[in-house]
Each structure stands twice: as C-alpha cells, then as structure tokens.
C-alpha cells in the first residue's frame, strides 16, 4: 500500500486491475510535485501523484525513479514489480516480508535497496547481480548467513545488518572502519572459482603459399602492478589483482602462445629487468625496453623502478636486432610547441612512448626480397576526452617512424608490423589515421584544437593539401590484421566493468605482409554465464586481452 498526494486514498498494489494501470503508467508516476530531489528525509515514506489518463495522453512526463512501499504490513511481492526497470531506489522497509524472490535482480538500475525490519530468513544469490548498488539494508531480519555472491556488490558503500543472527566474526567486521569493503572482501575472496573458460579460436584468414617466410605477433598489456588496484578494480578477488599470481598467468600465456615476436605494454622497469626478460631469455628470446618519459624526472630509484613502459621481444633464431628508436611523445610535444600552446597544455602532460625495432631476417626464403623486417610498439593515452591528444600523438608516432625508416636506408615498402595498445577503438580517428594514412586537420575528434604551431613545422613532412583542406598524412600503407569480418570473433580486447572493446591493434604493411590467422576472442557465453564483470580474474591475468596474429612475407619490391 501506499497513499497518493492528490487524493490521499489507499492503493493496494496486489490489486490486479491497478497493476495493469501501474504498467501503462510505469512511467506516469510524479513523486515530489514534478520535483525529483523533494521528499521528507524523516518522513518515513515517499508521495505521488499519479498523472490523468488525460496528462499521459498529453504527453507528460516525469522523473519518477524511487518507490516506498514501507510499513503497510506487506508479506508478499507482487511479480510486476519486477517491470519497473528504471527504479533507482526501492524502501520495502518495516513489512512481513519473509522471501526475497530471486527476480529482484532484475532491477538493475537500483543504488539504493532498503528490506530492513523485514522476516527475511534467506538473501537469493541473484542480489549479488545487481552491480549499482551502493545501499543495502538488511537490518533487523532473521538471516544467519550472507550469500559469497554479495560479494559482487563492488559499489557498496553501505551495508547494514545490525540486529540479524549472523555469526559474531561477520557481525564484528561489518562494524570495522571501512567494514563494508572488509566483509564484501572476504566475501568475494571466499567465492568459489569459474571453471576454466573454453580455448580461444585460432581463426585461418588464408592458406599459407608455403614458399614464403612466416611469423607470429603477440600484442598484450599486461596491466602494471601499481594500477592493478582494489579502488579501480573493486569486482576483482584478491588473488586476481596479486602480481605474483598474475605474473604466472602472464607468462604461462606468452609461453604457451610461442609467439615469434612480442609487443607488450605496461611492463614496469624493474619487472622488465629482473622478471621478463631473465624469464624470456630462457626461452631463447632477445628483448628492449622503454619506460615512459617521468621515469626521467622522478627523483628516487624505487620510484623510477615501478614507471613502466614498452617492450618488444623477439625469438633470437629467427631475428637479431639491427637499430632501434625510443620515442618520446612528452619531449616531441616540447620540440613542436612554438606557436602552439595546446601541446604543452595538453599533449606535453601525457608521458606515452613508443618503440621502433628494425630487425636482421636471420634465414630469409630462398629467394626472398625482405631482409629486414620493422616491428613498432606504442601505448597511446587513454582518455576519451583527450581524442586530440591521441591523434596528436599518432601523428607524432608515424612521423618518427618516417624518420626511423630513413635511418635504416629502407623504402616505405619494407615490411613493418605496428602494435600497440592504441585507446581507441576499430571506428575511431586514430585508426582511421593508421589505415587510411590521412586524417582531416578540422576533424572532429581534435575538438576545435588547431596546433598551429605543430601544422607549420609538420609542412611537409606529415601534412598535406588537398583541394584546399589541410590534411595530417604518412607515407605507409597499412592493414589490420583483424578484418571487420575477424572483428566479429574478437568483440573486445579489454573488458572491465565499465568498458568492453577493442583498444588494442596489430596492423602490418599493406604490399610486403599479409595476414594468414588471428587469434579469436573469448566465450562471450562463459563470460555472461559466470557473471564475469570484468578482468583480471582468476583466468584473466590483465584487463586487456592479448591479441596474436601469424603473418606471412610477400615477394613485393622493397629493400
């Protein structure tokens, strides 16, 4: 039951023919007089206005989003209930209530659930589902024990369950400083474990000619240590945020996967020096690295040992290192910013780099025409915000790799692979740059930044002119190695709580490589059936995916 303020009558929400009527108004509800922060703080219950037949016709709308359904002696809940999808906080508070039925979890939207000084003996498991909560009353019941499953509620920030007859050692560390976060802990580290997720597909793009050179790519960020962190990744058990544990599921990827050439990002300094490399030496592989450009300015050795950076390993049987670039997009920003504030403000305050690696072709095919072959690796800034900055840097990346190229005597034929953990997606400008080799200077995505200064030092080197429109460009020919079509195997490449995609990229070299097989993504099916909300977890050593793709040399002229 609840009163409406228009008319002070009594609903009785278990009628069937109002029921109806409260699903043809679902949204026709008007609490607080149009008002949606007005309501009695120590009122005890929320007022509504249901709107005429007549408004609705109208088109009224209204901000309804919290129901009070409290001390009306209710015992059972009626299943419409269920429908109001868009409910953000539900006082079911001071009823007879004595099952929870499983179906509350389809309120997604709720932040705030109130079941206090109710006669709840049991909690479904579902209410571990709903991920948005971040106040949960279960006050004053008769429940002896928590499911693990609320362990899941990451966004809780409250959690009461003073007066129910839960075990002291529960009790007294829900009552703790930071109690809550100490009990959904405990809870989610107690969780029992998803059984192992299916292999991932390996997917043939073409058959190989069999007459020339193959190699295989591994592109991965790995997550470095210190963003693995409970305050970013609260849905992750302990164990899966550990670095020891996930340092073992890292290289037990790169292991099994074998890969010819590796190009990860987020690898710490000290890791890379006393874990990876001693590791990956052992596996017959050679590897360089480049921290990102603070590490330069930070004052102790500790701190500068936990920057990380870039790594690119390769298999010594089959490649030796020829020359190799360290690019620095904070410093590149200082050298371009005359007459361009916009990259000291903006681009100069990101401290990304990136890698170039001209390698020997040990034992070419007979008859081959590539001797060397480039591998590039770049880690880009991962702020939606900053699109212009990431154009910016890609600009700055390619231009150098134009450079490198020069260095090494090569064409722009010679055969190159770029990875990268890029921050931008198949449909953005970014890629749109890489595979189309131009971008428009009035580009949406550089938000109304000109660079002035940058354009007049790039004329001629990275900008062009076309009928008037100035035009960012490089000279290199490129292709994904994930088609759209292989796109549809691999939905995402980083899947977190609040973001699921791909970010990640392997592109090569449109006229001298082709791309023979890739590595297709995860069970999406396990994923939704484990109510996975995000990685790392137990299998997933990493927010991000690594991606892996065989390519092949093609017998095109280049040096």
């Not at 029921?19 to 509504?48: I, V």
């Not at 206005?49 to 009224?60: F, M, Q, R, T």
């Not at 990102?292 to 004052?299: A, E, H, M, V, Y």
Request: aromatic letters at 8%; glycine letters at 6%; a neutral charge.
């Amino acid at each position: 039951w609840y009163s409406t303020q228009s008319t002070g009558k009594q609903i009785n929400l278990r009628n069937v023919a109002l029921m109806r009527m409260a699903q043809e108004l679902m949204y026709s509800l008007d609490p607080y007089n149009g008002s949606c922060d007005k309501y009695q703080e120590n009122g005890k219950r929320r007022m509504y206005i249901i709107l005429s037949p007549e408004e609705v016709a109208a088109g009224k709308t209204t901000c309804w989003t919290e129901l009070d359904i409290q001390n009306k002696g209710i015992k059972n809940l009626s299943p419409q209930l269920w429908n109001l999808h868009h409910l953000t906080a539900l006082y079911l508070n001071s009823n007879k209530i004595g099952r929870l039925p499983p179906e509350i979890s389809q309120l997604q939207n709720l932040v705030r659930l109130d079941l206090s000084n109710n006669h709840l003996k049991n909690l479904p498991v579902e209410l571990g589902d709903m991920l948005k909560l971040q106040n949960l009353n279960l006050s004053h019941n008769c429940i002896k024990v928590l499911p693990y499953e609320l362990g899941r509620l990451f966004q809780l920030n409250k959690l009461e369950l003073g007066g129910n007859p839960l075990t002291p050692e529960l009790l007294q560390m829900s009552m703790e400083v930071n109690g809550t976060q100490k009990l959904l802990q405990f809870l989610l580290d107690t969780l029992e474990d998803p059984d192992s997720p299916p292999e991932r597909p390996w997917l043939t793009v073409r058959e190989k000619t069999g007459k020339h050179m193959t190699f295989t790519v591994m592109c991965y960020n790995i997550l470095a240590e210190q963003l693995a962190t409970r305050t970013k990744y609260g849905y992750c058990p302990s164990a899966s945020l550990s670095w020891d544990k996930r340092k073992e599921l890292i290289m037990g990827q790169i292991r099994k996967a074998n890969t010819d050439i590796i190009a990860l990002q987020e690898v710490e300094t000290d890791k890379f020096y006393n874990q990876f490399r001693p590791l990956l030496e052992a596996h017959d592989y050679e590897g360089t690295f480049c921290p990102k450009s603070r590490s330069k300015t930070l004052g102790s050795e500790e701190e500068r040992k936990r920057v990380d950076g870039c790594a690119i390993f390769f298999k010594k049987n089959k490649f030796s290192l020829a020359k190799e670039k360290y690019i620095d997009y904070s410093m590149l920003a200082i050298a371009n910013s005359e007459g361009a504030d916009d990259m000291i403000n903006r681009v100069q305050t990101k401290d990304n780099i990136g890698i170039c690696c001209c390698l020997d072709i040990k034992e070419p095919t007979q008859g081959a025409r590539h001797s060397k072959l480039i591998i590039l690796n770049t880690h880009i800034n991962w702020d939606p915000e900053y699109s212009d900055v990431k154009l910016i840097q890609n600009i700055m990346f390619m231009n150098e790799v134009d450079a490198f190229v020069k260095e090494i005597k090569g064409s722009y034929n010679i055969p190159m692979v770029v990875c990268g953990d890029f921050n931008s997606t198949p449909d953005s400008a970014v890629i749109e740059f890489l595979l189309k080799s131009q971008i428009s200077t009035e580009h949406s995505e550089f938000h109304g930044f000109k660079y002035h200064g940058f354009l007049k030092k790039a004329n001629g080197e990275c900008l062009g002119n076309k009928n008037g429109t100035k035009y960012f460009k490089h000279n290199f020919k490129l292709k994904s190695c994930y088609s759209d079509e292989m796109q549809e195997n691999l939905k995402y490449t980083n899947y977190t709580y609040d973001f699921k995609g791909i970010l990640d990229h392997i592109l090569h070299s449109k006229d001298s490589l082709r791309t023979v097989g890739v590595l297709g993504g995860i069970d999406e099916d396990w994923m939704v059936r484990n109510k996975v909300t995000g990685c790392p977890n137990v299998h997933y050593p990493s927010d991000h995916l690594p991606i892996i793709a065989e390519l092949e040399l093609t017998n095109s002229n280049s040096r």
